[in-house]
């Protein structure tokens, strides 16, 4: 018997098993996972597009005491500031005590765009009793997901007079949605019968936006011009305006509960507002001793390009600026730097277990995931953290108590994807991903443990300590 105890103790001692996280926490604990899902839930209503994120981020951030920083600006220890790139990314930042040359800069760095469908530039049409609007969808996603479901219209458009307008019409209650059509059942034998990927074709995801005529016999197109009449009275806008507009179709539906017990969040744009969200939280909650940073980016989802994307040198700049405005040598402050880019990674589903290998999957509930490598098959495209700095985060993660688990992205030969990690690292910074699992990612509606939300906060607050 007591051989048998002693082997039950050493394989306590030796072995390594994930932990749920709701099993093993306090009930105090408990609470304010699900308090703190509250304002996530009521950042995703507010904040469907990367606009609308960066300005929900600014409004936070300014209720905390950080104000604006323009390139130039003096910088002293405890120092709360914001930085603004185009209206569609946001920088937060603390000046920490400690010495920049000697201690670098703690970074979390997540995006705020999400898979969506974008109105394209001259997309006004009307045919067969119904006006839509031609779409270009943005990222990687399963079209078919998007029929049939209410879309609302977010964006912005610049008259031609240079006025910037912003619409939102389908989150209110009162307002009306959109809809992308699909075909029946009865009539979609072909359609059922071809890949995933030809289900739906892109040219085919058009948007539904009216079907009233106009109450004139004399023009042609009579709803196209009943629309163009509303929009026109909305905002001001014509036809030509969409030329020089941002406007996508999102789901029109908020965040939700999922569940009798209310653990799960259902909502569009987890990935990657639910990294981003414990970023912004714990860098707004939390004094350091370290200059901490939380980058809130734009393009992930179409590999970070543009001026808005991390791969934008505006990012390098600002991390310059900061170094300079503190008297410290950037190369130093770089070299001394760390990073968590933090980004969601696909949740085991025991629906579809094919394309997972279970023991090295992210398990629900089980805390934020690290990847130590992301990319596809043979790690292609991934920053691949080395050894000596994913020790280093584990102690940390250790001394604070944070639960955690490791991840990859499917079977080695099922797919795979990328984050902003690659792009961080390549200004030698140690980089290593840590993100949230999410079940059907990409989809309109994803989903996510309250416990893995959670927990990505408290790595966070464990990171910048």
């Known amino acids: 018997m007591s051989e048998k105890n002693n082997a039950q103790k050493l394989q306590e001692k ?31 209503d507010a904040a469907k597009t990367e606009r609308e994120a960066c300005a929900v981020s600014v409004e936070m951030a300014k209720l905390k005491g950080f104000t604006e920083y323009r390139f130039g600006d003096a910088l002293k220890p405890g120092d709360k500031k ?67 479901i209410p879309l609302a219209l977010h964006g912005v458009v610049v008259l031609k007079d240079g006025t910037k307008v912003e619409l939102n019409i389908g989150e209110a209650a009162t307002d009306p949605v959109f809809y992308i059509n699909d075909l029946l059942p009865h009539l979609g034998g072909d359609q059922m019968g071809g890949k995933a990927t030809k289900i739906v074709e892109g040219e085919q995801l058009n948007v539904v936006v009216g079907a009233l005529p ?24 014509c036809e030509e305006d969409f030329l020089s507009a941002e406007l996508s179709v999102v789901p029109a539906y908020p965040a939700r509960d999922i569940g009798l017990d209310r653990a799960l969040i259902g909502a569009y744009g987890h990935d990657d507002r639910v990294c981003a969200y414990p970023a912004l939280t714990a860098v707004l909650d939390q004094e350091s001793p370290h200059t901490v940073l939380a ?15 991390i791969q934008c040198k505006v990012y390098e700049d600002l991390m310059e600026e900061i170094s300079i405005a503190l008297g410290a040598n950037f190369r130093k402050v770089r070299a001394n730097s760390k990073c968590l880019s933090s980004d969601v990674t696909a949740a085991y589903d025991p629906n579809f277990a094919g394309v997972y290998e279970k023991m090295n999957s992210a398990m629900l509930s089980c805390g934020t995931a690290m990847c130590k490598f992301t990319g596809a098959r043979g790690k292609s495209g991934s920053n691949d953290a080395n050894a000596e700095f994913v020790g280093e985060v584990r102690k940390m993660f250790a001394e604070e108590g ?46 996510i443990s309250k416990a893995d939300l959670y927990s990505n906060y408290k790595a966070f607050l464990a990171f910048m300590k």
């Open 14 to 44: 030796l072995s390594y098993k994930k932990k749920n996280y709701f099993e093993i926490a306090s009930e105090a604990e408990r609470k304010a996972m699900y308090s703190y899902a509250k304002g996530y839930m009521a950042y995703l």
């Open 82 to 148: 914001y930085f603004v790139n185009r209206g569609k990314s946001v920088v937060v930042f603390r000046v920490g005590t400690k010495n920049l040359e000697e201690d670098g800069i703690r970074l979390i760095a997540s995006h705020i765009d999400a898979p969506r469908i974008d109105i394209k530039q001259n997309p006004l049409y009307e045919d067969s009793g119904m006006a839509f609007l031609k779409t270009h969808y943005y990222g990687g996603i399963k079209k078919y997901q998007w029929t049939a």
């Open 214 to 237: 106009y109450a004139d016999e004399e023009v042609k197109d009579k709803i196209k011009l009943t629309v163009l009449a509303m929009l026109n009275e909305k905002c001001g806008m």
């Open 295 to 309: 980058m809130l980016v734009d393009k992930e989802e179409i590999g970070s390009e543009g001026t808005t994307g």
């Open 402 to 447: 944070v639960v955690w688990q490791t991840a990859e992205l499917g079977k080695v030969d099922a797919g795979g994807g990328g984050t902003v990690a690659k792009f961080v690292a390549q200004l030698n910074i140690d980089t290593v991903d840590l993100g949230v699992p999410v079940i059907s990612m990409h989809a309109p509606w994803e989903v």
